[in-house]
């Protein structure tokens, strides 16, 4: 390895691996509302070799006797670090750690083979960070784990290089759906630019084509052990999960401007939006200006966002957003202004960040720690009454039970009948059920208790608990 290699590791890869461990023992990420639909399938895998998700059992027949509902490789993925690592949150938050440092240290590789700069580097996993803050135990790390080590084996034009490569995509894909609409613009931009650069001949041509044949039929066994070969049932339960979470193409800009204008949307994600809209017809009008390597990345990205935009526009506050800042970060990087103007522009950048995570910044300063009912005393009642239905959402399984789970439990967020997700009124909790729930949950369930919020600087906000993961039990 070459001195001017070491010093890559050394200046940027060392710090993001020692920024992803850092968090790991702050207990980040915060869990989400579904961490227990993304990880339930792979405890159940390790406990009993089924792949199910019995505290989906509920939401849907077709979930008691299989996990279908998504594609398998990332609960089996998972699954295999539990064996080894154990049940338990720290094993959870170690797995999307490493799940972090692959997708930092394999983005940071990608971007200095194509000479960007560090700092590029730096914010892009800077941004990464703050997308996966929300994410919870979801499958997103994961796959964008695979996404860039796909992409980096396919950097340099070597033909098992391109097996790997595609392998690690077909992964990606298996993993979280909709890596495809940015691992296929990518890989096409790569495989374009490596075919460029060399005198293709039919040969040439014929074995990187092998690759891919031999990566598809590789993966696609993979895939047909996971689902023990029922093809035919997973297609029909994969289109039957999909038809009520993506919207039809007519439908795709109103649910974008639905989404975008929950509450301070406009400003939050339009910012953002606005923003990079903006930087991008800078960089086309004055083309001139920039390199053509930049020129190409943006055209390669906005084609996987208007891919992202209508193939699952839900995730527009997501990885979409992400990619977002991605571009925002290599247009920066990049532009030359005068001092005064380049300040200016940093200064509007990290305003708009700081309104992008406005929301975390918001439940950081104005948290408090306690709880409604203590994480010992949810312990104890449910040893006390054994016999109960318990329905309980991600904070109490990750707080109070750190996944040793009492038998037979629910999911609280998919406890009411599919295509609904969680329940919005007591009169929807079962007789002899008792609820286990975050406190917060009052923000949804107008009948429970009310919830103290966060202040800062002295003014309340409505929509921001001041104890999220406070707990609350209602027989």
């Known amino acids: 390895m070459t001195k001017k290699n070491n010093n890559f590791y050394l200046a ?23 961490d227990l639909a993304f990880t339930g399938a792979a405890i159940n895998l390790v406990e009993s070799g089924e792949f199910v998700n019995p505290w989906l059992a509920w939401w849907d027949e077709r979930l008691i006797e299989r996990f279908f509902i998504q594609p398998p490789f990332h609960q089996y993925t998972l699954a295999g670090w539990l064996l080894f690592f154990g049940i338990s949150t720290r094993s959870f938050l170690l797995f999307n750690c490493i799940c972090y440092c692959v997708f930092s240290s394999f983005a940071a590789l990608i971007l200095k083979h194509y000479d960007f700069s560090k700092t590029t ?40 290089r391109y097996f790997f490569g595609f392998c690690f995509l077909g992964a990606a894909l298996l993993s979280a759906p909709i890596t495809i609409t940015y691992s296929f613009p990518f890989a096409s931009a790569i495989l374009c630019h490596n075919f460029i650069s060399k005198k293709v001949q039919n040969r040439y041509i014929t074995v990187r084509a092998l690759s891919l044949l031999g990566a598809i039929i590789v993966i696609f066994l993979l895939f047909l052990l996971c689902i023990d070969f029922k093809l035919g049932l997973f297609l029909s339960d994969l289109s039957w999960h999909s038809s009520f979470r993506r919207q039809p193409i007519t439908e795709v800009i109103p649910a974008a401007l639905w989404i975008v204008s929950i509450g301070y949307g406009k400003i939050i994600h339009g ?121 309980m959402d991600s904070a109490a399984v990750r707080f109070a039970f750190d996944y040793k789970l009492p038998v037979e439990i629910i999911d609280w967020t998919f406890s009411v009948p599919a295509p609904l997700a969680y329940p919005i009124s007591l009169s929807q909790k079962p007789n002899n059920a008792v609820w286990i729930i975050a406190a917060a949950k009052g923000a949804i369930v107008r009948e429970l208790p009310d919830f103290p919020r966060a202040k800062v600087l002295g003014y309340e906000f409505q929509s921001v608990p001041r104890n999220p993961y406070a707990l609350t039990i209602i027989e």
């Open 12 to 34: 940027v890869i060392t710090p993001i691996i020692i920024f992803w461990l850092l968090l790991y023992f702050l207990g980040y990420p915060p869990p989400s509302v579904d």
């Open 121 to 160: 580097s730096f914010g892009v996993t800077l941004f990464f960070s703050f997308w996966m803050s929300s994410m919870g135990f979801r499958q997103d790390a994961l796959g964008m784990a695979y996404l860039a080590v796909g992409l980096w084996f396919l950097c340099r034009d070597r033909v098992f």
């Open 271 to 391: 910012s953002l939006f606005s923003i990079y809209t903006i930087l991008c017809c800078f960089v086309f009008l004055k083309k001139e200006k920039f390199s053509r390597k930049l020129k190409v990345v943006l055209t390669t990205l906005n084609i996987a966002l208007c891919l992202n935009f209508f193939v699952y526009v839900s995730t527009i506050v997501g990885i979409f957003s992400f990619f977002c800042w991605t571009g925002v970060i290599l247009i920066w990087s990049e532009i030359q202004l005068q001092k005064t103007k380049k300040i200016i522009l940093s200064f509007l950048c990290i305003v708009v960040f700081a309104v992008n995570n406005s929301l975390s910044i918001i439940s950081i300063l104005g948290s408090s720690k306690g709880s409604d009912v203590t994480y010992r005393e949810v312990q104890k009642f449910v040893s006390t009454y054994p016999n109960k239905t318990y329905v």
